[in-house]
């Protein structure tokens, strides 16, 4: 027999957590609601994130290495659920998101999916920042918070890359596009990203390093 779908739901935070609330938010509003939230939090993430979880049925649990590649495989070692979804904490999930992503990737027997999502300005100046379809357009969602995946997975393609401090996601999703996984792109729409002052893929010549340095060790 076909054991049932429990989704863990892992959320990183690191030394900001303002918008923390509105993400939790979006993962208990889902109308196919996780069976396991946890908040990843980092050695700066202030001590009220602990309690901030709680209020919301979370489990707040401290990254035992620093870095966002290292505090996603830290949720993905502790999730107890066989599927597993990401939320940065300063996006938000459709409420749909997973009941759309479940029920496709059972139907179709694939082992992972991603949908689309749409930007959103917040901060100074950000807006500004970028043409007009770049928050009107949707995309595809090749980032962890678009993305339903087996817990599996993981032993095939790997855990993402600690030697990569922001493009160990892009990297990730290069190994999953190129193995032997089973999975598919939505048109659902399934994530907002803020687009913010913060943002790590801000850090222009850093990350332009980083998957340069990605590309090199593919060709090698």
Avoid at 205 to 215: G, Q, S, V
């Amino acid at each position: 027999m076909k054991p049932s779908a429990t989704i863990t739901a892992i959320l990183c935070v690191h030394d900001d957590p303002a918008w923390l609330p509105q993400a939790l938010t979006s993962v208990v509003g889902q109308t196919r609601p996780a069976d396991e939230i946890l908040v990843v939090k980092s050695a700066q993430t202030p001590d009220m994130v602990d309690g901030l979880a709680k209020q919301f049925g979370a489990i707040a649990v401290q990254q035992e290495a620093p870095g966002l590649a290292a505090a996603r495989n830290f949720g993905i070692f502790l999730a107890q659920g066989n599927m597993v979804a990401f939320l940065d904490c300063d996006d938000v999930w459709e409420k749909d998101k997973t009941a759309y992503q479940l029920h496709h990737l059972e139907a179709a027997n694939l082992d992972a999916v991603t949908g689309q999502l749409l930007r959103f300005a917040d901060g100074a100046g950000e807006g500004g920042a970028y043409s007009a379809a770049h928050f009107t357009e949707t995309v595809p969602a090749l980032t962890p918070g678009g993305l339903l995946v087996k817990k599996s997975v993981f032993d095939t393609v790997g855990l993402f890359d600690t030697r990569y401090r922001i493009a160990c996601d892009h990297q990730w999703f290069m190994r999953l596009t190129a193995g032997p996984v089973q999975w598919e792109k939505m048109d659902n729409l399934v994530l907002r990203k803020r687009i913010h002052p913060g943002n790590l893929s801000h850090r222009t010549a850093e990350y332009r390093r980083e998957i340069m340095e990605i590309l090199r060790e593919r060709q090698i």
